[in-house]
């Protein structure tokens, strides 16, 4: 029999089982043991973020830049509630992860102790597992349940609280190959007489349309989509979250629908005749009004939970599955169909309102920010905030093969961007990476700065500065009567704070202002010559700038604010 | 907008720390309008069986049970809405303030209800009875609404159903 080992070592045995090369941490009292066996440890890259919740964004954006599962560790206490708002981000958009947390000694837990929460309870609406490792016997089965649910379905975050006493303990130095779950059964096969029903229909289709979601990009199915769309000749839309899985110079993608979407994608959505949608949930950021979506089509719905199935949007034929596993099928059965007409009449409604912004009377277009991007980052993977610069960076930055687009689609949570892209960057140092973030949205996480600092991180922060809080202010703009209430950054006297190049020298790291639109390509290309670590591009864009088309929240997608 | 209905399910789950919570916490992050929910450990003392109340349309509740079976500590979700169950909920019914005649009523209605045991006085004092009850969770509401109809003072204590598949025809 193998000798006994304590749970700290059965921890990073567990890791290098799981072939982790890195993971997101941040010391505390109540993992102080596994931080010290983590000093013993050869060949994981621990990367100390300044912040827990930032340490969540960086492993989302090291999951979605690498499609491997990321691991987190924090303490108990703040350390462990630091982690919410990364959780529920990391839930919402479906990013594999386990994120470990330390918990007071057993016979502490539910006296109030030093830093102690319970964890597992706040977080379990948000998690797809979580759990107090309560038996030093039950630690090895319980992380390899960890990660086989994060991974597996349709993946998320799960969350292992492990008590101090546990971490010492002694006990088996096994840790399975593999765990039964009884309760658990991801979709792995695809009901083939429910599929070819929705051949079928979509065969009948005059009007067809493919709306292709994120699960497209978290199943790996891009090749499978462009084959089935490109056999069958039926142009195809995607959600924010299914940016970049359809190739934009295809001539069959027609850009993204929804609140902000294109006005030919939504026009195509309103108008078609059998919707096919794949690996979307229909938030509502993509449907609009319920009642008046895809008003004139029946409705497929192919996704890997079933619980999403016409939860928001009654659909005609269900199909639970894979998104990958479905469109291989798929692929088999296409056969050409005649959509000239059609593809006529949607280029015609692209013709009538092309995506494009009028150039503004002071600072910089955020178009020809993107535009500028899509030209000398050609093959970066792009990681934005959350607000306006979001979904310029949704309509004009240009996603093709290789490049991901990561943001934060379900929960929208400001701050996201700047550790997501450290963390992309940490997963995939190959590929550049650029951020496009908000004055407002960036401040929520820049200490991360001295993350990417010390871990020399060649990421390319683009501040999209209208030193305002420009989505809400938008929305003040049109629909409140331009009642400019808390969402100017700046000082009664226009002063704004901080100023980002004193901020970025305090921290050694490039910066540069750009104030004047021909200055945009040098300060990329300027950026991208610095390998060493970040470089900070203070764009300065009028907060008069409208992200347009623009759907109403609970109106149907046909009305389109366009002016 | 469907109908709502009161619609009953059985769940097999882990008998673990936080799986009550989990499920009980489904009901209140979603708006699903929870009726009862009754939990015990079954012959495997690693499973709990729950059996829960709701009142939902068919949409609603179509959504609740796939919400369950998403749950990785359910390990079986049962419609009971639509096989043949046998479904008991357990009442006491404390009526007071009584006098003679009350009293007199209150056996009376005791024997009315009563199916074979199911229903009896099972205590008495100066002015009181207390009632016990195994019956089903409408026929208690009947019962119930009479008890307040005919006196003042009626505490009730619910218990919550619980249900269990009927032996099927072939297998009798």
């Not at chain 1, 973020?49 to 979605?64: D, F």
């Not at chain 1, 059964?185 to 070819?196: A, F, R, S, T, W």
């Not at chain 1, 610069?389 to 949704?394: G, R, T």
Request: glycine residues 8%; charged residues 20%; hydrophobic residues 40%.
């Amino acid at each position: 029999m193998a000798l006994n080992i304590t749970g700290r070592k059965l921890f990073v045995k567990a890791l290098k089982e799981e072939g982790v090369d890195t993971i997101f941490a941040y010391p505390g009292g109540m993992i102080t043991d596994i931080v010290d066996e983590l000093y013993k440890t050869e060949g994981i890259r621990v990367i100390l973020g300044r912040h827990e919740q930032a340490l969540v964004h960086e492993a989302e954006g090291y999951a979605r830049a690498t499609g491997k599962t990321a691991v987190v560790l924090v303490t108990s206490g703040p350390g462990a509630t630091n982690t919410i708002t990364g959780i529920a981000d990391a839930y919402y958009d479906s990013i594999p992860m386990v994120i470990f947390t330390g918990q007071v000694p057993l016979h502490l837990i539910g006296n109030d102790a030093f830093q102690e929460v319970d964890i597992v309870g706040m977080t379990r609406s948000i998690t797809k597992f979580g759990v107090t490792v309560r038996n030093r016997e039950d630690m090895g089965r319980l992380i390899k349940m960890g990660f086989q649910v994060a991974s597996t379905g349709k993946p998320g975050p799960v969350l292992i609280d492990i008590p101090k006493d546990i971490q010492v303990t002694s006990g088996s130095p096994d840790y399975p190959d593999h765990v039964d779950i009884r309760g658990y059964h991801p979709n792995e096969n695809v009901h083939i007489g429910q599929l070819k029903k929705a051949f079928r229909l979509l065969k009948t289709a005059k009007r067809p349309l493919i709306l292709a979601g994120g699960g497209v990009r978290i199943s790996g199915a891009q090749k499978e989509l462009l084959d089935f769309a490109t056999k069958m000749n039926v142009p195809v839309t995607t959600t924010v979250m299914g940016k970049g899985v359809m190739p934009e110079d295809s001539p069959l993608y027609i850009g993204n629908c929804g609140m902000h979407g294109r006005y030919a994608a939504n026009k195509a959505v309103t108008e078609c005749d059998v919707l096919f949608s794949i690996g979307t949930r229909f938030n509502d950021r993509i449907t609009g009004d319920l009642e008046k979506f895809a008003p004139k089509a029946q409705i497929v719905h192919v996704d890997i939970a079933s619980a999403s199935i016409s939860r928001n949007v009654v659909v005609d034929v269900p199909v639970t599955a894979d998104a990958k596993i479905a469109l291989e099928r798929l692929v088999e059965y296409a056969e050409e169909m005649d959509t000239g007409k059609w593809m006529d009449i949607i280029k015609r409604w692209e013709s009538e309102h092309p995506l494009t912004m009028p150039v503004p009377k002071v600072g910089v277009c955020p178009q020809t920010i993107c535009e500028a991007i899509n030209m000398v980052f050609p093959n970066a993977n792009i990681v934005t905030d959350v607000g306006q610069h979001q979904m310029w960076a949704s309509q004009f930055i240009k996603v093709n093969k290789g490049q991901e687009f990561i943001t934060s689609g379900g929960l929208g949570t400001m701050g996201f961007g700047f550790p997501a892209a450290i963390g992309a960057a940490v997963g995939n140092p190959k590929k550049p990476v650029v951020l496009i973030t908000g004055d407002g949205g960036f401040q929520m996480n820049m200490q991360e700065m001295a993350t990417a600092m010390t871990e020399k991180i060649p990421v390319v922060i683009c501040i999209f500065n209208n030193s305002n809080l420009g989505m809400v202010r938008q929305m003040q703009q049109l629909f409140y009567g331009k009642r400019y209430e808390i969402t100017n950054l700046a000082a009664e006297d226009g002063s704004y704070y901080p100023d980002f190049l004193k901020w970025a020298e305090g921290y050694d790291c490039q910066g540069i202002r750009v104030t004047n639109p021909a200055d945009v390509v040098p300060a990329l290309k300027k950026a991208k010559a610095n390998k060493e670590g970040p470089t900070v591009i203070d764009f300065i864009v009028s907060p008069d700038d409208l992200v347009l088309p623009m759907v109403k929240s609970g109106t149907p997608l046909s009305d389109m604010i366009l002016k | 907008m469907e109908k709502m209905k009161n619609r009953w399910i059985a769940l097999y789950v882990e008998n673990q720390v936080g799986v009550l919570a989990k499920v009980s916490g489904l009901f209140s992050a979603k708006s699903y309008n929870l009726q009862t929910l009754t939990v015990g450990t079954t012959e495997h003392e690693d499973v709990s069986r729950m059996t829960i109340s709701v009142k939902a349309d068919d949409v609603t509740f179509e959504q609740i049970k796939k919400q369950l079976n998403a749950m990785v500590e359910v390990i079986k979700v049962i419609d009971l809405t639509t096989i043949p169950i046998h479904m008991k909920e357990i009442l006491y019914a404390t009526v007071s303030d009584l006098d003679v005649t009350g009293k007199t009523e209150a056996f009376q209605i005791a024997e009315v209800f009563d199916r074979g045991g199911s229903v009896k006085i099972c205590d008495i004092g100066g002015d009181m009875v207390l009632f016990e009850c195994t019956l089903t969770e409408n026929k208690n509401n009947e019962l119930i609404s009479l008890l307040k109809s005919r006196f003042k003072k009626v505490q009730i204590v619910r218990g919550g159903a619980v249900a269990v598949e009927a032996i099927s025809r072939s297998n009798r």
